[in-house]
T-cell receptor, first 113, second 117 residues
Framework: NAGVTQTPKFQVLKTGQSMTLQCAQD?????MSWYRQDPGMGLRLIHY???????DQGEVPNGYNVSRSTTEDFPLRLLSAAPSQTSVYFC????????????FGPGTRLTVL | AQTVTQSQPEMSVQEAETVTLSCTYD???????LFWYKQPPSRQMILVIR??????QNATENRFSVNFQKAAKSFSLKISDSQLGDTAMYFC??????????????FGKGMKLTVNP
């Protein structure tokens, strides 16, 4: 299986543009999450989902939307990109609760001009 | 709220030597999990080791072992026989346990380890 996949790997946006970061996993994991990684800040949780149809906010949810219509997919939407959203974004999944080992995707480097 | 602190931003070690990475955390919880993740230049986050707080025995995974001091809220990672491939950012992370729901992983800011030949 492919594990956790993320697309695109790199993206450059202009301020105000919208886009969706894709995340998919083929391990039948219930728990999925999105993090952003900024220099000197570690990883911070944006949104997470404990199963299809259920999402919740993390530490830094503003400016981002998520949905979980299927177990496999957990897209992250930026409605109106801002330079402060320039970051590396990681999607992660685990089998059940988030206390299980989390598997991370390869990341998406996003630059907002 | 839980916090995780990695006080050493950067370390270097010679190949084949042993190095210890420090991590402290703050929580009022009694049951929780602690993790060390590795992020090589490829940016992929890789789980190195996991420790359940209720277990007194320190977790070990091949060349990686932890020194878990619950009372001191300390969770250090020891890497034995360091290899060039160990060069990476290392993140300590905390998660409290909660039956019937899920909890959030809280990361430290990371520490850059360089293994020199």
């Amino acid at each position: 299986n492919a594990g956790v996949t993320q697309t695109p790997k790199f993206q450059v946006l202009k301020t105000g543009q919208s886009m969706t970061l894709q995340c998919a996993q083929d391990m039948n994991h219930e728990y999925m999450s999105w993090y952003r990684q900024d220099p000197g800040m570690g990883l911070r949780l944006i949104h997470y989902s404990v199963g299809a149809g259920i999402t919740d906010q993390g530490e830094v949810p503003n400016g981002y939307n998520v949905s979980r219509s299927t177990t496999e997919d957990f897209p992250l939407r930026l409605l109106s990109a801002a330079p402060s959203q320039t970051s590396v974004y990681f999607c992660a999944s685990s089998y059940d609760s988030s206390t299980d080992t989390q598997y991370f995707g390869p990341g998406t480097r996003l630059t907002v001009l | 709220a839980q916090t995780v602190t990695q006080s050493q931003p950067e370390m270097s070690v010679q190949e084949a030597e042993t190095v210890t990475l420090s991590c402290t955390y703050d929580t009022s919880e009694n049951n929780y999990y602690l993790f060390w993740y590795k992020q090589p230049p490829s940016r992929q986050m890789i789980l190195v080791i996991r420790q359940e707080a209720y277990k007194q025995q320190n977790a070990t995974e091949n060349r990686f072992s932890v020194n878990f001091q619950k009372a001191a809220k300390s969770f250090s990672l020891k890497i034995s026989d360091s290899q060039l491939g160990d060069t990476a950012m290392y993140f300590c992370a905390f998660m409290k346990t909660w039956e019937g729901g899920s909890e959030k992983l809280v990361f430290g800011k990371g520490m850059k380890l360089t293994v020199n030949p």
